[in-house]
């Protein structure tokens, strides 16, 4: 028993059994207007469908105070969060009459990331994982300031023997209170609750709405708003109407088709689990694909880094990198012992404007400028290199006519 309400296992099977365990666990969120005898039924169906009940009761007083509502949900995500690291399974959020407000949306605005106080990111994640299904029956309800006289009393008080005055009288004052409440805090909540609901289209599990047109504390016009807001959100609601059940007697008056209905849906919120572990394998799977892309990519980069610097410093190679000339020819024209460090040298290097060196005659360069720049016929004459003089080239010419000694003697004095 804590502030706001109690968290306890309705029934809970033993995993170790011959069962081996149940199918999943529906949490039920009721408020006080739901008496212990009405929720042993339900209590009862779950078990006997293969499913474990974590119930969460919260006092009358705790849909008015946030804070106590806070409380109770983190109560209730500690007992859960427990079970589900021993072994996930499904999850299904139901919850009775007023209890969404009671305590279930706050319990959304915790996982959903939306509430100032939070629990540990994986254990959030780890019950969104789980969620499966959402069953609301009798409800969502519309909190407003006319709904206050409907239950200013416990059902256990309206139906007590005693004069009607003093009944009418208690109905009264309770709801003068509440009026009061709903002038300063209430009213400026009820935003943030309908909110919360509508967010848990976000987890990605179906809906099943369990109404009926008689009901007046859960008027059809706000159940059908609501379910048609769900389905505009992408939301995937299926809506179960009788017409004469009271307000949370649905099961009682329709126990066959109650039951069948309950189990279809924990048959769909089963085949919802599977797929949303489907997927998140399929997640875990392609970011391990990325990851050993990334991770062969690094190695494809070092591999290429380590080839350009043996390319550049390859003494028999003919691919240099800008800064390899001026250090092979600095070093190689250089005994100084200072010389040593060549890696110091190489970074120094790198920064140096390239310094302008001879070009050999021979090379594909060299013959590329002179095809280019010099021409093969100047008014007759051939020109090419008949050797080298004192290590440089010479160029000799032959005219196709006889000419005189003198002539030859002042091109040979001329440097091309």
Same mark, same amino acid.
């Given at each position: 028993?804590?502030?706001?309400?109690?968290?306890?296992?309705?029934?809970?099977?033993? *995993?170790?059994?011959?069962?081996?365990?149940?199918?999943?666990?529906?949490?039920?969120? *009721?408020?006080?207007?739901?008496?212990?005898?009405?929720?042993?039924?339900?209590?009862?169906? @779950?078990?006997?469908?293969?499913?474990?009940?974590?119930?969460?009761?919260?006092?009358?007083?705790?849909?008015?105070?946030?804070?106590?509502? !806070?409380?109770?949900?983190?109560?209730?995500?500690?007992?859960? *969060?427990?079970?589900?690291?021993?072994?996930?399974?499904?999850?299904?959020?139901?919850?009775?009459?007023?209890?969404?407000?009671?305590?279930? @949306?706050?319990?959304?605005?915790?996982?959903?990331?939306?509430? $100032?106080?939070?629990?540990?990111?994986?254990?959030?994640?780890?019950?969104?994982?789980?969620?499966?299904?959402?069953?609301?029956?009798?409800?969502?309800?519309?909190?407003?300031?006319?709904?206050?006289?409907?239950?200013?009393?416990?059902?256990?008080?309206?139906?007590?023997?005693?004069?009607?005055?003093?009944?009418?009288?208690?109905?009264?004052?309770?709801?003068?209170?509440?009026?009061?409440?709903?002038?300063?805090?209430?009213?400026?909540?009820?935003?943030?609750?309908?909110?919360?609901?509508?967010?848990?289209?976000?987890?990605?599990?179906?809906?099943?709405?369990?109404?009926?047109?008689?009901?007046?504390?859960?008027?059809?016009?706000?159940?059908?708003?609501?379910?048609?807001? !769900?389905?505009?959100?992408?939301?995937?609601?299926?809506?179960?109407?009788?017409?004469?059940?009271?307000?949370?007697?649905?099961?009682?008056?329709?126990?066959?088709? @109650?039951?069948?209905?309950?189990?279809?849906?924990?048959?769909?919120?089963?085949?919802?689990?599977?797929?949303?572990?489907?997927?998140?394998?399929?997640?875990?799977?392609?970011?391990?694909?990325?990851?050993?892309?990334?991770?062969?990519?690094?190695?494809?980069? *070092?591999?290429?880094?380590?080839?350009?610097?043996?390319?550049?410093?390859?003494?028999?190679?003919?691919?240099?990198?800008?800064?390899?000339?001026?250090?092979?020819?600095?070093?190689?024209?250089?005994?100084?012992?200072?010389?040593?460090?060549? $890696?110091?040298?190489?970074?120094?290097?790198?920064?140096?404007?390239?310094?302008?060196?001879?070009?050999?005659?021979?090379?594909?360069?060299?013959?590329?400028?002179?095809?280019?720049?010099?021409?093969?016929?100047?008014?007759?004459?051939?020109?090419?290199?008949?050797?080298?003089?004192?290590?440089?080239?010479?160029?000799?010419?032959?005219?196709?006519?006889?000419?005189?000694?003198?002539?030859?003697?002042?091109?040979?004095?001329?440097?091309?």
């Amino acid at each position: 028993m804590i502030g706001g309400g109690r968290v306890y296992w309705g029934k809970k099977m033993d *995993v170790d059994g011959d069962g081996g365990g149940s199918n999943g666990v529906v949490v039920i969120f *009721v408020w006080s207007s739901i008496n212990e005898n009405h929720l042993s039924n339900f209590v009862d169906l @779950y078990s006997s469908l293969g499913w474990n009940s974590l119930v969460c009761r919260a006092d009358f007083l705790t849909a008015f105070y946030p804070e106590m509502a !806070l409380s109770l949900a983190f109560h209730l995500l500690s007992e859960l *969060v427990e079970e589900l690291k021993t072994r996930p399974c499904p999850v299904i959020f139901l919850a009775f009459s007023g209890a969404p407000k009671a305590c279930m @949306y706050k319990v959304l605005q915790v996982i959903m990331g939306d509430c $100032e106080a939070q629990i540990h990111p994986d254990d959030s994640q780890l019950v969104r994982n789980c969620i499966s299904g959402h069953v609301y029956d009798s409800g969502p309800l519309d909190f407003t300031s006319d709904l206050n006289v409907k239950f200013a009393l416990h059902p256990t008080i309206r139906r007590m023997s005693g004069p009607s005055r003093l009944v009418s009288w208690m109905a009264k004052g309770i709801s003068s209170g509440l009026d009061g409440l709903y002038l300063t805090r209430f009213e400026s909540q009820r935003s943030e609750y309908w909110h919360a609901l509508y967010s848990s289209v976000e987890i990605g599990a179906p809906y099943l709405v369990l109404c009926s047109e008689n009901d007046d504390l859960a008027p059809h016009q706000v159940i059908s708003s609501f379910t048609h807001q !769900l389905q505009e959100l992408g939301g995937e609601v299926k809506v179960v109407k009788w017409k004469n059940s009271p307000h949370a007697g649905h099961y009682t008056h329709n126990p066959i088709q @109650y039951r069948a209905v309950i189990s279809n849906f924990l048959e769909k919120a089963m085949s919802v689990h599977l797929q949303k572990i489907r997927q998140l394998g399929e997640r875990a799977h392609t970011h391990d694909e990325i990851s050993e892309l990334i991770c062969d990519l690094q190695k494809v980069a *070092v591999k290429s880094n380590q080839s350009l610097r043996r390319v550049a410093t390859g003494p028999c190679d003919h691919f240099f990198l800008p800064s390899s000339a001026p250090y092979q020819s600095n070093s190689s024209s250089s005994n100084d012992p200072s010389s040593s460090s060549q $890696e110091e040298q190489r970074e120094r290097s790198s920064f140096r404007p390239l310094q302008p060196t001879s070009i050999n005659a021979h090379s594909v360069l060299g013959q590329f400028l002179f095809d280019s720049c010099v021409p093969k016929n100047i008014e007759g004459w051939d020109i090419r290199f008949a050797g080298s003089l004192n290590g440089q080239p010479y160029a000799t010419s032959s005219s196709r006519k006889n000419s005189n000694l003198g002539f030859k003697k002042r091109v040979f004095r001329s440097r091309l």
